[in-house]
């Protein structure tokens, strides 16, 4: 029996579907990890997290297999035990496990308990839910190893301090959300150490996967409910625990607290992490985007600079007889602040050419929204013509807000690859840009100093489409619309609730039908980096053909 461990925590990120990548860079890792009696990684280390269908293929389990025995054979060497995550067929149920790999073969098997099936998570379609969980023993030590979810509930906890177990090492695989951070630590970690009066090490993975993002911020807790250790947030870290027991039981010696990335720092650190990880990991040369001269897609081309470098971003100014000089102007700038390319591409022969074209399906009919869209549409495939010829993936730009109330035009702006601001509303857009104008983020390849002038955050938000236009005429003000969107969307409130509130009856329940109108096009959008706690697509599932209303 020991009576002092040293554990290494990696706070890494993954490639789903990736296994022997994966294992090779948790290899790589154990051997910076010197001295280490023990290394952990986070949930699915070997396969990626979420998998989704992935883990059906029994090719996958069958290769997860061969690849996990390969990391158990590397600890003969001597050195650190390893906890890796990964998925086991047993008896035709498939698990989310986590296995200690020590003296050269599988030491023992941990099988998650808790099986998440809300929001993002479909862990019940999936997997089978393992027994409550016992004691690992290593070195002579009780190690209970709660998966992720098993922290979030009280029971597995509470199994394991029962069956005897005198430290809990939790691997998580838990995606960023807003305010996230404290509900992990303050609340939910907090919570399983005063009712267990055991430490708690929660080890969560770092990195983009389509629509989620992982922001690490790791910790350790004391069984006094002491921060012992906090890694950063947004970037991968390893940290030596070192662990001894005295006669309250173990206690992790303190380390280094880093500091984590406020609001709406954190946000941005997430459109960074996702967008790079996303183009990345699928191999596209950079990005290109259309840069109007508006607030969303400056950001976006801020985002893609510090993502990617300024080098690998390509942005196009497509006037037509609408934008006006400021926006010229004002696009002009923000690429020059940025330091990234800038064409520009009139879209006026295209405009006349379906001027001509529709001429006599159109012959008795006004102008309207439907030649507003033609302009987006030819820009969408302008766009996607470069991305065509040259390789860079298309972004589109279009807030949440617009996204809710379908401000979008299908085929036109919104088509592309990706969204940095799927899941940013107006003022977050706001917030997040004058932010990035006054700080240069941590993971950040753009350029230090502003990147954007102010007039592009102070003038009123114009699609440009038609003469003197602005979006206050077709949207109420976007501090209003917000108020209503968060309203009904990230709470789920009736439209009685919100006038409840202070807010107009006739703005609500114009904004819930569109709200509800818009589902079939935000089908068709491309990814985003989920931010709140209600994102569509894998949140919010709603059906397109729709009668309901609360009004």
């Known amino acids: 029996m020991t009576d002092r461990l040293k554990i290494a925590l990696a706070q890494l990120s993954q490639r789903v579907g990736d296994l022997a990548g994966n294992a090779d860079a948790m290899l790589a890792w154990r051997t910076k990890a010197k ?36 990391l158990a054979a590397a600890t003969a060497d001597g050195g650190a035990a390893m906890l890796v995550g990964s998925v086991m067929l047993e008896a035709g149920r498939l698990y989310n496990v986590l296995a200690l790999l020590d003296g050269g073969k599988i030491a023992a098997i941990t099988r998650k308990h808790e099986l998440p099936n809300y929001g993002t998570f479909d862990e019940k379609r999936l997997f089978a839910s393992g027994p409550a969980p016992d004691p690992v023993d290593f070195r002579g030590v009780k190690l209970g190893l709660p998966i992720c979810e098993d922290i979030w509930f009280p029971a597995v906890c509470a199994h394991l301090k029962a069956r005897g177990a005198e430290i809990l090492l939790s691997p998580n695989g838990s995606p960023y959300e807003i305010d996230k951070d404290d509900l992990r630590s303050s609340t939910i970690a907090a919570a399983r150490v005063s009712e267990t009066g055991l430490p708690l090490a929660y080890l969560n993975r770092v990195g983009g996967q389509d629509e989620l993002v992982f922001d690490g911020a790791s910790f350790v807790l004391n069984a006094d409910g002491g921060l012992a250790h906090q890694l950063p947030d947004w970037e991968e870290a390893l940290v030596q625990t070192v662990w001894t027991r005295g006669d309250k039981g173990w206690r992790c010696e303190p380390g280094v607290i880093a500091t984590l990335e406020p609001n709406p720092s954190d946000v941005y650190h997430a459109m960074v992490m996702g967008l790079r990880d996303y183009v990345d990991s699928n191999r596209f040369p950079g990005v290109v985007l259309g840069l109007s001269g508006g607030i969303d897609s400056a950001i976006c081309a801020a985002i893609a600079a510090d993502a990617l470098g300024p080098d690998r971003v390509w942005c196009v100014m497509m006037p037509s007889r609408f934008t006006s000089q400021e926006s010229l102007d004002d696009a002009a700038e923000c690429a020059r602040m940025i330091g990234c390319r800038l064409d520009t591409i009139a879209i006026a022969p295209a405009v006349e050419a379906f001027d001509v074209m529709l001429s006599d399906s159109f012959a008795d009919k006004n102008v309207d929204i439907t030649e507003e869209n033609i302009q987006s549409r030819i820009r969408g495939v302008t766009l996607m013509a470069l991305s065509n010829k040259f390789g860079p993936m298309l972004l589109t730009t279009g807030n949440k807000s617009e996204m809710s109330v379908g401000y979008a035009t299908i085929y036109g702006d919104m088509a592309g690859g990706y969204n940095p601001l799927k899941d940013a509303y107006k003022m977050t857009v706001f917030a997040i840009s004058r932010w990035r104008n006054e700080h240069r983020p941590r993971i950040g390849l753009g350029p230090d100093g502003p ?29 209003v619309l917000d108020r209503i969107l968060h309203g009904l969307v990230e709470e789920e409130l009736s439209v009685a609730a919100l006038v409840d509130q202070g807010l107009d009856r006739e703005m609500v329940v114009r904004i819930e039908r569109l709200l509800y109108l818009a589902e079939y096009k935000r089908r068709q959008a491309p990814p985003g980096v989920k931010l709140g706690k209600r994102n569509f697509g894998r949140d919010r599932r709603y059906p397109i053909t729709n009668a309901f209303r609360t009004s």
Do not use: F, H
Request: net charge negative; charged share 30%.
């Open 451 to 479: 990147v954007m002038p102010e007039r592009i955050i102070t003038k009123p938000p114009s699609a440009e489409l038609r003469d003197d236009q602005k979006d206050s005429d077709s949207l109420p003000p976007y501090e």
């Open 35 to 70: 001295n280490a009696d023990l290394i952990m990684y986070p949930e699915l280390q070997l396969i990626g997290y979420p998998p989704e269908d992935l883990v059906l293929k029994p090719a996958l389990i069958e290769r997860a297999g061969m690849e996990l025995q390969r």
